[in-house]
């Protein structure tokens, strides 16, 4: 074979070495480089087109380096294509405005979904595809490796070891995707230390380490004040209790973000207790460590908790609850977000969770017309896991009751995984929950997506929960009656004016709909002073002073 036609194998670890020969004047010593020198690094080392990985999570944030990303010259770097978990920061779309990026593929943007979708539709962000978590770092492995990525840990040495600490979140898939293909990884970190408290992330996976000007950004995103849950709620979670928990013998399960799941939390040791419940549901959870939790582990409940990531003030409880969380050899949380999101898709006997809008048949949506919020890990945790194997007393009931299941595989037994909505018929200024069409429909059109953006689809669903009762939806036989059963339990919104009293009595003697009465819930009992916790100051007695709530949550 003559030389000419040899072909090269190595093309991406050359380039890398080009890359970080131009810059190796900005390094110090070991991987260290000037937080001064910022700018500079990324210039040196990001090319135009480059897929670029920023992380930003549900709460930390590699916020300086978002920052620098967004002063690079536009005219030598851009067209990134951006792949990242969560747009959470203003910086997180400065880069687009600016130029210096063009499309975006990603999960999740909160507080600036508004923002998001004013981009995408005047053509100054071209949006790739919006993910599940697990969804987005599988990609990572495939069409979406990271040319660069930028990361954020607590410490570095001068080396390169990082320790993520409480909040590691999405950094380890992040970084091994990046560095085993021949990528360039730079950790922004709060400080640079002889000796990392604990090693997260080898030197070895790791080229740059820069010591930020200040702590990186951390957002309390899992902490519910237990005096805003309404007596509503408190109803809401009793019929989760029994209706759901107790019926099926919840063992393994996650709960959503929301004032509806952490009322069911502090429920666990007044109402579960008197239910006789405890041991027998709500033993193992993936979940961030929420604070109203902390009544329940400390009645007895909880076996094991695997967490996404940390949560503010928790640092200590946590770390002393060893039996309960995972706790590396330092003392502290291990949190990792991969893992953790494929224990709710697999492990997970149930996920329960709100949402913004739920359509007559059953599909729900936290997007609206102008509002690209993304869907983060709920569809993996809110979905029927088709790869699951392992049995359990919840998914096999659960299967059994599936009214479809002998048309979809014929007699064979197979279980289902319980996917609850909880949401009240109204919700914030008289806005219906329950609607003939989800405001997705309009987001598709206004944001050119293929299809509209639907975080639980209804064959997956099992169960929707509101003021009015429970629609077991899994166990009809039919659209028609899954229809019917949810108009039963949508209240005074334009779908459950629809509903016929004569349906909903038939639905009720099948048990496909349950009121509290056929609960045998005493609706006068079901207000606030059900709860093991009913403020912030209680939560810090439960923990026996353990738990150090941010500022913005004591009142006294």
Same mark, same amino acid.
């Given at each position: 074979?003559?030389?000419?036609?040899?072909?090269?194998?190595?093309?991406?670890?050359?380039?890398?070495?080009?890359?970080?020969?131009?810059?190796?004047?900005?390094?110090?010593?070991?991987?260290?480089?000037?937080?001064?020198?910022?700018?500079?690094?990324?210039?040196?080392?990001?090319?135009?087109?480059?897929? +670029?990985?920023? /992380?930003?999570?549900?709460? %930390? @944030?590699?916020?300086?380096? #978002?920052?620098?990303?967004?002063? !690079? &010259?536009?005219?030598?770097?851009?067209?990134?294509?951006?792949?990242?978990?969560?747009?959470?920061?203003?910086?997180?779309?400065?880069?687009?405005?600016?130029?210096?990026?063009?499309?975006?593929?990603?999960?999740?943007?909160?507080?600036?979904?508004?923002?998001?979708?004013?981009?995408?539709?005047?053509?100054?962000?071209?949006?790739?595809?919006?993910?599940?978590?697990?969804?987005?770092?599988?990609?990572?492995?495939?069409?979406?490796?990271?040319?660069?990525?930028?990361?954020?840990?607590?410490?570095?040495?001068?080396?390169?070891?990082?320790?993520?600490?409480?909040?590691?979140?999405?950094?380890? +898939?992040?970084? /091994?995707?990046?560095?085993? %293909? @021949?990528?360039?990884?730079? #950790?922004?970190?709060?400080?640079? !230390? &002889?000796?990392?408290?604990?090693?997260?992330?080898?030197?070895?996976?790791?080229?740059?380490?820069?010591?930020?000007?200040?702590?990186?950004?951390?957002?309390?995103?899992?902490?519910?004040?237990?005096?805003?849950?309404?007596?509503?709620?408190?109803?809401?979670?009793?019929?989760?209790?029994?209706?759901?928990?107790?019926?099926?013998?919840?063992?393994?399960?996650?709960?959503?973000?929301?004032?509806?799941?952490?009322?069911?939390?502090?429920?666990?040791?007044?109402?579960?207790?008197?239910?006789?419940?405890?041991?027998?549901?709500?033993?193992?959870?993936?979940?961030?460590?929420?604070?109203?939790?902390?009544?329940?582990?400390?009645?007895?409940?909880?076996?094991?908790?695997?967490?996404?990531?940390?949560?503010?003030?928790?640092?200590?409880?946590?770390?002393?609850?060893?039996?309960?969380?995972?706790?590396?050899?330092?003392?502290?949380?291990?949190?990792?977000?991969?893992?953790?999101?494929?224990?709710?898709?697999?492990?997970?006997?149930?996920?329960?969770?709100?949402?913004?809008?739920?359509?007559?048949?059953?599909?729900?949506?936290?997007?609206?017309?102008?509002?690209?919020?993304?869907?983060?890990?709920?569809?993996?945790?809110?979905?029927?896991?088709?790869?699951?194997?392992?049995?359990?007393?919840?998914?096999?009931?659960?299967?059994?009751?599936?009214?479809?299941?002998?048309?979809?595989?014929?007699?064979?037994?197979?279980?289902?995984?319980?996917?609850?909505?909880?949401?009240?018929?109204?919700?914030?200024?008289?806005?219906?929950?329950?609607?003939?069409?989800?405001?997705?429909?309009?987001?598709?059109?206004?944001?050119?997506?293929?299809?509209?953006?639907?975080?639980?689809?209804?064959?997956?669903?099992?169960?929707?929960?509101?003021?009015?009762?429970?629609?077991?939806?899994?166990?009809?036989?039919?659209?028609?009656?899954?229809?019917?059963?949810?108009?039963?339990?949508?209240?005074?919104?334009?779908?459950?004016?629809?509903?016929?009293?004569?349906?909903?009595?038939?639905?009720?003697?099948?048990?496909?709909?349950?009121?509290?009465?056929?609960?045998?819930?005493?609706?006068?009992?079901?207000?606030?002073?059900?709860?093991?916790?009913?403020?912030?100051?209680?939560?810090?007695?439960?923990?026996?002073?353990?738990?150090?709530?941010?500022?913005?949550?004591?009142?006294?």
């Amino acid at each position: 074979m003559e030389q000419e036609n040899v072909k090269v194998w190595d093309t991406l670890k050359r380039d890398k070495e080009e890359r970080i020969g131009q810059v190796k004047n900005l390094v110090k010593e070991g991987k260290v480089v000037a937080a001064k020198d910022t700018v500079a690094l990324l210039e040196g080392v990001i090319k135009p087109g480059d897929k +670029v990985n920023l /992380e930003g999570n549900n709460q %930390k @944030q590699a916020d300086f380096l #978002a920052d620098c990303l967004c002063k !690079v &010259d536009p005219k030598k770097i851009y067209d990134l294509h951006m792949v990242q978990s969560v747009i959470a920061l203003k910086s997180h779309l400065d880069v687009f405005e600016k130029g210096i990026a063009k499309k975006l593929d990603y999960s999740f943007s909160g507080t600036q979904a508004g923002r998001l979708a004013e981009f995408v539709k005047d053509g100054k962000l071209e949006l790739g595809s919006i993910h599940t978590y697990l969804e987005l770092f599988a990609r990572y492995y495939a069409d979406l490796v990271p040319r660069v990525a930028l990361v954020v840990a607590f410490e570095a040495d001068k080396e390169g070891n990082l320790y993520t600490g409480f909040n590691t979140e999405d950094t380890p +898939v992040i970084v /091994e995707a990046t560095a085993f %293909k @021949q990528g360039i990884v730079i #950790a922004q970190v709060n400080k640079i !230390v &002889d000796k990392v408290t604990r090693v997260d992330i080898p030197a070895g996976w790791i080229d740059f380490v820069i010591e930020s000007p200040k702590p990186f950004y951390i957002e309390p995103l899992f902490t519910r004040d237990p005096a805003l849950i309404t007596d509503t709620q408190v109803l809401m979670a009793m019929m989760a209790i029994k209706g759901v928990y107790g019926e099926y013998g919840v063992q393994s399960l996650n709960h959503g973000l929301g004032f509806f799941t952490a009322a069911i939390e502090l429920l666990l040791p007044t109402y579960g207790e008197e239910l006789g419940l405890k041991g027998k549901i709500c033993s193992y959870f993936a979940l961030n460590p929420h604070p109203t939790m902390i009544p329940a582990i400390e009645s007895g409940w909880v076996k094991n908790m695997h967490c996404f990531g940390g949560e503010l003030g928790m640092e200590e409880y946590v770390s002393a609850r060893s039996d309960v969380f995972f706790i590396g050899p330092d003392g502290t949380l291990r949190s990792n977000r991969a893992y953790s999101q494929a224990a709710g898709h697999y492990a997970m006997d149930m996920f329960i969770g709100g949402t913004l809008q739920i359509d007559k048949y059953g599909n729900s949506s936290t997007a609206t017309a102008n509002r690209i919020s993304g869907f983060g890990g709920a569809p993996n945790m809110g979905c029927d896991a088709k790869g699951r194997r392992h049995s359990s007393e919840a998914w096999l009931k659960c299967g059994k009751e599936y009214g479809l299941q002998e048309e979809l595989i014929g007699n064979l037994p197979r279980g289902k995984k319980l996917v609850v909505q909880m949401q009240e018929t109204f919700k914030e200024k008289l806005e219906p929950t329950f609607v003939e069409e989800l405001d997705a429909w309009k987001l598709q059109k206004n944001a050119n997506l293929d299809m509209p953006p639907i975080m639980i689809y209804s064959d997956d669903l099992t169960h929707i929960i509101t003021e009015v009762g429970i629609a077991y939806v899994h166990k009809c036989t039919d659209m028609k009656e899954k229809m019917a059963a949810i108009r039963a339990v949508a209240g005074y919104t334009e779908i459950g004016m629809q509903a016929d009293e004569k349906e909903t009595e038939a639905l009720r003697k099948k048990g496909i709909v349950k009121t509290p009465e056929d609960l045998g819930i005493d609706v006068s009992r079901a207000n606030r002073s059900m709860l093991a916790a009913k403020n912030i100051k209680e939560l810090v007695e439960w923990s026996g002073g353990l738990y150090n709530p941010p500022a913005k949550f004591v009142n006294w």
